[in-house]
């Protein structure tokens, strides 16, 4: 299915120019509705206020299919180049960002659906055929690439979704739910290593895992220690290192230092405390390590970041 001759000039009708956030960057755009989980919408890179998409994240997952130039996503600190008629999927939670990659407008589809799109959290079959996905830890994004059988079957089946989508048709729902479907089918069966993974399924050790979190966010700008963390979950070291992983995807000093970055970059947009100021703020020993780590997860530096995301007047 190919898309029509007015598809590009009706990116620019349909484009979000700026993405709304919490200080936790977290997303704020309205995606979907309680009975019906799933928005999609076009963007025009260049027509963003910033002229990229800055960091963010949310609960929903993104089917993405890049529709004109080429585009460069970054998913936590994993960059993905993607060409005009490829696309990318993007996990839930994960903070990720994207701009136009060697000077061309890139143009992209976004599809974005809550986990809950296709059953009620927590219910038998959210646990056996949603959990594996979202909770896979080598899923951060996967890059779909035309050469790929499955993953050509994937971008196909976005650009369906994308037709009927606008279609007239009292039917759409139902079309667009069976295609869904068809596209986590093949996500659940092939994403690398699901296999081995095992579902985390004690409440003990996620409520565990919460406090654990809970503790990050509340003590994140003081020195945090493994012993700290295990002690207020009640486990070993080593356990807590291995649940920890296990659940979030990444170490606790990973998923700690990610964290401090994302307070850095609220403080870096409004407030004009100093860089040296911001990294003691957010709990970094010094502004050179504060600036190296923030330039791996970003690109930029804290300096070029704050001049890129001075409000727009």
């Known amino acids: ?29 309205p995606h979907g509705s309680n009975e019906f989980q799933l928005v999609m919408y076009e963007t025009l890179i260049v027509e963003n206020i910033y002229g990229h998409i800055p960091i963010h994240w949310h609960e929903d997952l993104q089917l993405i299919l890049v529709t004109n130039g080429t585009v460069q996503f970054r998913v936590d600190s994993e960059e993905y180049i993607i060409g005009t008629h490829e696309g990318i999927v993007i996990n839930t939670g994960w903070l990720h960002s994207a701009r136009s990659y060697n000077g061309a407008d890139g143009a992209f589809l976004c599809i974005n659906f809550h986990p809950e799109f296709f ?19 080598y899923f951060k994004a996967i890059q779909l690439e035309l050469e ?6 994937l971008i196909e089946c976005i650009k369906k979704l994308r037709f009927h989508y606008d279609a007239d048709d009292d ?9 869904m479907f068809e596209i986590w089918y093949d996500l659940l069966h092939n994403i690398e290593a699901i296999q081995d993974f095992d579902i985390p399924g004690s409440t003990e050790t996620s409520a565990r895992i919460n406090t654990i979190l809970e503790y990050i966010h509340e003590n994140y700008s003081s020195k ?30 990973e998923y700690i230092n990610r964290y401090r970055l994302a307070q850095s970059m609220s403080l870096l947009r409004l407030t004009d405390m100093s860089v040296t100021e911001i990294s003691h703020e957010v709990g970094f020993n010094s502004p050179s390590l504060f600036i190296s780590s923030f330039k791996k997860l970003t690109g930029l530096t804290p300096a070029k970041y704050r ?5 727009v007047l």
């Open 171 to 179: 039917y759409n729902e139902i079309i667009i739910r069976s295609i």
């Open 119 to 137: 059953y009620p959290n927590e219910s038998q079959s959210y646990n056996r055929y949603v959990k594996p996905v979202i909770k896979n830890p």
């Open 1 to 29: 299915m190919e898309f029509d001759e007015h598809f590009y000039e009706r990116l620019v009708q349909m484009q979000i120019y700026n993405i709304p956030m919490t200080q936790d960057l977290e997303e704020l755009t």
């Open 148 to 153: 790929t059988p499955w993953q050509n079957k």
């Open 224 to 253: 945090i220690s493994l012993l700290d963390l295990a002690a207020v979950a009640n486990l070993s070291r080593s356990e807590c290192c291995r649940s920890f992983k296990k659940q979030m995807a990444a170490t606790p000093f």
């Open 307 to 311: 001049k890129l995301y001075l409000p």
